[in-house]
């Protein structure tokens, strides 16, 4: 594919760096002069200084011939104007592939009005609401791990770290069946530096983070044996009451979930934000005590008057003295969403030294989340990272239907649909190998999902996940996209 990124900050860097590897032809726009001439400096592809609203620097940059425009600039209503001149003066039969990224709330309501695209815009990318969904997945597993999801089945795959003493530290994994009954597979390990895809003579050690693919109800009793126990979170802190502090409270303190893609509703003459279905499996409303704690006066009064039910701290979360007269050290879990990566790593970090069981902290990178957790915080939350997963599922080939990265970046997991005309349909799993390596976790046929085994045969309507290599895209699809034949 021709890809055309405007923005060469962390995430359009990350993203490029990304495609690059899988061998896709891109080039970036960036108005900034430094950040270009870093760009240039550290990614093979054309980099040019110039604004991305400049007519001249989309047609020097190839969008006549690209297959996608991804503007991911600083500014909502610039990554919308960008595509919108794309889609009036570049828009042509088969369609240039448009994805902006915005945070204003206003703009996804009017993107999921109806039907009809806004500016041409094909897909917009919400960074807040990926975070706060990633969250909400890990509060709801007990905060041990980090989780994801899949579409329609009750698997997941968690991650967790290997305790020492524990039942799995020195466990072969040809073992793993002796030991732990429910229907599960590990999936990956990452050791230091290294990230395996594990064979039956695989040993866990103490250390090694551990990514597991089993029923999401089922997770917890299997994390126990890698050292997280399980306990009921029921007093949640929330550093920094912003908006994705405000949409974890939105969601936690909600009693109904929504239907699967019910975004938002009227509710009292007001837009109401809901994106979270799978809190009618939380624990019930009147269980939960929520906490948030926000240094800026003005919001604490909005926050105030929109969550009545929760306890709003107009304080420094840095103040030690702040921290000691209000006790912090009672809550189950404490979540840090502030602007500062720094100052939400620092203080998950020394407020479970004070006797927080769990924390949750929101970086803005995969560095800072490796070293975060080195420093203990159970679940960290690498925003750029969760944005950049996202647009890599819109960019994929027709059948790959969303994209995880996870380790160190080196792989990925997607989620694809397998249609009738298909290279892969009717094939069996023996004969499906990728260079890099590569495994098939998941098979959800007729509304039942099930891990495959040796006899297992590709059909269509098949929604798969597999994990695999960085690098192997362009092998994956000429498997699954119907345009490529073998």
Known sequence: MRIVIVGAGMVGTQLAKHLIQE????????????RARHASNRIDCMVIHDEGNSLKALEDAGIARA????????????????????????????????IARVRNDDYMHLSRSGDKQVLGIDHFIHPNMEAARSVIKAIEHGAVG???????????????????????DGLALKDYRALVRPES??????????????????????????????????????FA?????????????????????????????????????????????????????LLKMLLPKSSRRLVIIEQDYRLCKDLAARFPEALILNEDI?????????????????VTTTNNQELNIITAVYLKSRGIERSIAMVSGSGYAAMARLLGVDVVVPMKSVVVNSIISHLMGSGVKEVHRIGD????????????????????????KLSAGGLLMLVNRGGGSFIPRGDYVFSEGDHIVLIAKTGSQAEIEKYFDKKEPL
């Open 146 to 168: 980090d989780i994801i999801s899949f579409s329609n089945t009750h698997y997941e795959l968690g991650s967790i770290d290997v305790a020492a003493g524990s039942a799995f």
């Open 67 to 98: 297959d996608a425009l991804v503007s991911v600039t600083d500014s909502d209503e610039v990554n919308m104007i960008i595509c919108g001149l794309a889609a009036s003066r570049y828009g042509r039969e088969g369609g240039l592939l448009k």
């Open 225 to 277: 044996f890698a050292g997280g126990a399980e306990k009921p979170i029921r007093k949640i802190g929330i550093v920094g009451g912003g908006k994705i502090g405000a949409l974890l409270a939105e969601g936690l303190l909600r009693k109904d979930g929504l239907p699967d893609g019910a975004e938002y509703l009227e509710r009292q003459g007001e837009k109401q934000h809901f994106p979270f279905p």
């Open 23 to 34: 061998k896709h032809d891109v080039s970036i726009i960036e108005a900034n002069e430094e």
């Open 318 to 334: 840095s103040d030690e003295s702040f921290v000691n007269e209000e006790q912090l050290d009672d809550l189950d879990c404490l």
């Open 185 to 222: 597979l590990v999936t990956l390990v990452e050791r230091g530096e290294e990230v395996l895809l594990p064979s039956g003579a695989t040993i866990l050690a103490k250390g090694d983070r551990v990514h597991i693919l089993a029923n999401g109800n089922d997770l917890p009793g299997i």
């Open 409 to 432: 970046g080196s792989v990925d997991i997607m989620e694809v649909e397998i249609a009738g005309d298909a290279p892969v349909t009717n094939m069996p799993i023996s004969q499906f």
